[in-house]
């Protein structure tokens, strides 16, 4: 089966059109280009012109083919009477090998008819000894390496011009990659704040109203009561500081307070209140060294994990004694809450699993490390973050 030819472009067409009458008009006017040492009949000088011309329809799908078969016809009409038009239709076929043929071709043709122009012109001067034989290498010049230099330089302009696109291209695309990344990165963030924001708070009211409807007693129902309201109205400024953070940063708004370890003694203050119906203590101990400086970053993550922790000890601990315990040293943040963990048949609270997910989050982003299971009938919550500000910036 014969390989199928390439339809040929409206262009070609067109120029092939125009070139072949050109010629035939030259032809039929006499108007010839060698007239004085033709070794042909008269109308052979057609015959390379009419392979030209139909070459001219392949310049774009076949330039290796269309070059190679366009020097031999261009060679032949040297020794016709020659046709203006033929050797016009073979530098365009020169010109279309560099721009549509392949890497190689495009970088290999200027330098070889280069070569070919200066090897004619030295050859003339040589055989001719005249200075008129520099016009052969002029034409030569003309004929095949002006169109390869044209067709390089377009070629460059052309790729640099791909390549600008490309890299524009590739930039917006990591740009857009960036912002997914931290629109996903800010999501989560917020994710997290939200769920330790509020989750120990509704886990309390949780627990607090199951109590009340379950046990029939004014005295625990109005106990119930007052700490399901603490804890919403505490939960209700967590949400308004939320909110906070949330604001165009551009926007004039009040400076909102950004939770520190100084404030444990307040939260497991509070975790007594919200455990004391469930058997639950809480014990702080606080073993860091005075006016110990810590970056912002890690008091937030260290009081959060503490602060997740208690709510998962409200909600599935054992009676007995929650113990909390915070360390400083060797530029090292340690964060310890060891829970009595028995066999309950439900919590009691419902819970999504995201706490956990939440504290080995905020510990890998700074850099720490955090793990959490069951030892002896405790469960075990520890995160060590790197408490050096160069290390928390990095």
């Known amino acids: 089966m014969l390989p199928k030819i390439p339809r040929p472009h409206r262009d070609d067409v067109l120029l092939a059109a125009v070139s072949v009458l050109a010629g035939l008009l030259l032809w039929a006017l006499g108007v010839h280009s060698s007239p004085s040492r033709h070794f042909l009949p008269d109308w052979a000088v057609l015959v390379p012109l009419l392979l030209l011309g139909a070459l001219e329809l392949l310049r774009r799908t076949?330039?290796?083919?269309?070059l190679s078969v366009g020097t031999v016809a261009v060679v032949v009409d040297q020794f016709t009477l020659g046709n203006i038009a033929s050797v016009i239709i073979f530098t365009d076929l020169m010109y279309a090998a560099v721009v549509y043929g392949k890497p190689s071709m495009a970088r290999r043709l200027p330098v070889t008819t280069g070569l070919i122009t200066v090897a004619v012109t030295i050859g003339s001067l040589?055989?001719?000894?005249?200075p008129q034989a520099l016009l052969i290498g002029v034409v030569t010049g003309i004929v095949?390496?002006?169109?390869a230099l044209t067709g390089a330089t377009l070629r460059n302009h052309r790729e640099a011009a791909e390549a600008a696109r490309l890299r524009a291209e590739q930039t917006a695309l990591l740009a857009e990659m960036d912002r997914s990344q931290a629109v996903v990165?800010?999501?989560a963030r917020m994710a997290r704040e939200l769920h330790d924001m509020v989750a120990n708070h509704l886990s309390a009211i949780a627990i607090h109203s199951t109590a009340a409807?379950?046990?029939?007693?004014?005295a625990t129902s109005r106990e119930a009561l007052g700490v399901i309201r603490e804890n919403s109205v505490q939960g209700l400024a967590e949400m308004r500081r939320l909110i906070g953070l949330l604001r165009d940063a551009g926007a004039e708004q009040e400076a909102v307070a950004v939770p520190s370890l100084d404030g444990l003694d307040a939260l497991l203050g509070q975790a007594r209140t919200n455990g004391s119906a469930s058997g639950l203590d809480f014990v702080?101990?606080?073993?860091?060294?005075?006016?110990?400086a810590l970056p912002a970053p890690v008091e937030l993550a260290a009081y959060r994990i503490v602060q997740e922790s208690l709510t998962n000890a409200l909600k599935h601990a054992a009676p007995g004694t929650v113990r909390v315990r915070v360390a400083h040293g060797a530029g090292l943040l340690t964060v310890a809450?060891?829970?009595p963990y028995g066999d309950r048949p439900d919590p009691r609270a419902p819970g999504s699993g995201a706490g956990l997910v939440g504290m080995r989050e905020r510990t890998e982003l700074l850099g720490g490390t955090f793990t959490a299971?069951?030892?002896d009938r405790v469960w075990q919550v520890r995160a060590v973050l790197p408490a050096e500000e160069r290390a928390v910036q990095s």
């Open 373 to 375: 299971g069951a030892a």
């Open 284 to 292: 702080l101990a606080d073993e860091r060294p005075p006016g110990a």
């Open 62 to 66: 076949m330039p290796h083919v269309t």
């Open 337 to 339: 809450v060891d829970s």
């Open 144 to 147: 095949s390496f002006a169109p």
């Open 126 to 130: 040589v055989w001719l000894r005249t």
């Open 185 to 187: 990165a800010e999501r």
């Open 213 to 218: 409807l379950s046990i029939d007693s004014p």
